[in-house]
């Protein structure tokens, strides 16, 4: 339990020398536990009833068994001689320092008297040990009062200088100071100044900025302004304009874009707007003319106009000599229904022992080949339109599509777009989406003759997720966009390319979505959903 007790105080005595006195209080602790001890000293006038003086005590620690004499913080200075007028009381608080329980005491009242010192007896003469070199000699510094002697003042300029404690101020002295100082707002009109310039005269800076004359005088300013107008005013306005056009004739341009007689005159062209007509409503010359010219009855008609064939398809391109043309480009598409042979216009090819089987799927995917690797590294197999990949000279507006399912990631490369390889080998020519082996990541790629390069961007996809890539060159195949959509057809990702497409003759690519992988043991690749094939541009043929 905490008990700690106050004992005395050893400061201030009953009788106490006038002067600061620190107060102290002696404390012992009896318990079994540590303390700290905090407090706060107080000091009264009994005559006036005032406070005159508080300080906290230092905050010290007390060991249990221990005792010790704590000091205020400040000393305490009377502020006269008096007998039993001076009281101090000390208030205490005991932390433990084992529980934190507080425990409080006090001490006091303390009476005590302050006293003047004893003056001893009045000392002999003794003013030389005061001069100089004396044994007491008297440092004058600081002191008050007018010497005897005059003093010689010690260099001290640097006081009176801009910003010092005895700063000089010049206002109303007279002379002439070392330095250039800036003039005074004074009439410019005034004597001080002094001019060669000609009266009446506007006026213009020389080279070095100051006024001379100018060209005109005031006067000439000022019957230029006279005979200024309005800078928006009638153009029919003969004051202002002249003109040599002839009456009722149109204006032309001349060479320098300044009104001139045109040809004709306005009688002449309301004559002929007059005599205009709307389109197609000439008198029908098939009475005098139908012997050797088409009615226009007969345009497109079969074995009619111009000697097209019949039927006529006013859609369809036509060829130089002006037959149709074969409408539209080329549309394939694999919906995997049967994953030997995929879809008319692809096949299906394995690698190194791999192998395609058809796999269940949600009504959202009907028909999935899942493609599998072997026990031979670097197997699987792909999804194409022919073999080897050489059948398409890309030329602008070629758009591939697949719908397809991760299914390993590790050791799997996929590879799908226009390109010339449906194996493991590097690819030569193609604009193709990659994943690569282990991370997942999935890049855009273009390749003329093994030159690569590569999309800035990447994506991470995982296993067991469809997603829809898709490749879109542009018109004139100078631009491949990349898209990598989730089921519900939202872009996770995209990136373009622009160098390197394969567009020269003898580049030419196939269309394949292929998976391989580097391993020895039997995984599954990817699952293919869907995959389509369009060249979106007219095809002469």
Not at 179 to 205: C, E, M, N, W, Y
Not at 302 to 319: D, I, K, S, V, W
Not at 418 to 427: R, T
Request: charged share 15%.
């Amino acid at each position: 339990m905490l008990d700690v007790r106050p004992l005395s105080y050893i400061s201030p005595l009953t009788e106490q020398e006038i002067g600061p006195i620190t107060p102290v209080i002696r404390l012992r602790n009896l318990a079994d536990e540590d303390a700290t001890v905090t407090g706060l000293f107080r000091i009264y006038r009994d005559s006036t009833g005032l406070l005159e003086y508080s300080s906290d005590l230092a905050v010290t620690p007390l060991a249990h068994g221990t005792s010790a004499d704590i000091p205020a913080l400040t000393p305490f200075s009377p502020g006269a001689v008096a007998d039993d007028d001076y009281f101090v009381i000390c208030e205490l608080e005991y932390h433990s320092i084992q529980t934190g329980n507080v425990t409080r005491g006090t001490l006091g009242p303390f009476y005590f008297d302050t006293k003047a010192p004893p003056m001893g007896p009045v000392p002999t003469g003794h003013h030389t040990t005061h001069e100089a070199a004396g044994m007491d000699e008297i440092d004058l510094a600081g002191m008050s009062g007018l010497l005897a002697d005059p003093q010689t003042p010690e260099t001290h300029a640097g006081t009176h200088e801009d910003g010092q404690a005895d700063e000089v101020n010049v206002e109303g002295l007279h002379g002439e100071l070392a330095d250039d100082q800036p003039a005074l707002a004074h009439d410019i009109a005034g004597a001080r100044h002094t001019s060669t310039a000609t009266p009446a005269q506007l006026l213009q800076a020389d080279a070095n900025g100051l006024p001379v004359d100018a060209t005109n005088t005031d006067a000439d300013v000022a019957a230029a302004v006279g005979a200024s107008h309005d800078r928006q005013h009638a153009i029919t306005d003969t004051a202002d304009h002249t003109s040599t056009a002839t009456p009722a004739k149109l204006l032309q341009a001349d060479a320098n874009g300044l009104p001139v007689d045109a040809t004709n005159t306005d009688a002449d062209v309301a004559a002929a707007v007059g005599a205009s007509h709307a389109q197609n409503t000439d008198t029908d010359l098939e009475t005098v003319f139908e012997a050797t010219l088409e009615k226009v009855a007969n345009k497109g008609v079969a074995g009619g106009y111009c000697g097209l064939p019949n039927p006529l398809n006013t859609l369809l391109p036509l060829r130089a000599d002006g037959t149709p043309a074969r409408p539209g480009g080329c549309f394939l598409e694999a919906e995997c229904m049967n994953p030997s042979s995929a879809g008319a216009g692809f096949a299906v090819n394995a690698n190194s022992s791999g192998t395609c089987a058809s796999v269940a799927g949600p009504s959202n995917h009907p028909g999935i080949a899942r493609f599998t690797s072997s026990t031979t590294a670097n197997s699987g197999g792909s999804l194409r339109t022919s073999y080897p990949e050489v059948g398409i000279l890309l030329a602008g507006n070629e758009t591939g599509d697949c719908v397809l399912r991760p299914q390993t990631l590790s050791g799997t490369t996929i590879r799908y777009g226009f390109h010339d390889q449906i194996l493991w080998a590097a690819i030569v020519d193609g604009v193709y989406i990659e994943m690569a082996p282990a991370t997942g990541l999935i890049t855009g790629h273009t390749r003329s003759n093994s030159v690569e390069s590569v999309t800035g961007t990447s994506l991470q996809i995982v296993t067991n997720t469809w997603y829809r890539w898709r490749i879109v060159v542009n018109a004139n195949a100078t631009r491949v966009d990349f898209y990598c959509l989730d089921e519900a057809g939202a872009v996770l990702w995209t990136d373009n390319l622009t160098t390197n497409i394969p567009t020269a003759a003898g580049r030419e690519v196939g269309y394949s979505a292929n998976a391989n992988n580097s391993g020895t043991t039997a995984v599954a690749l990817v699952d293919i959903d869907y995959a389509s094939l369009e060249i979106a541009r007219v095809l002469v043929r």
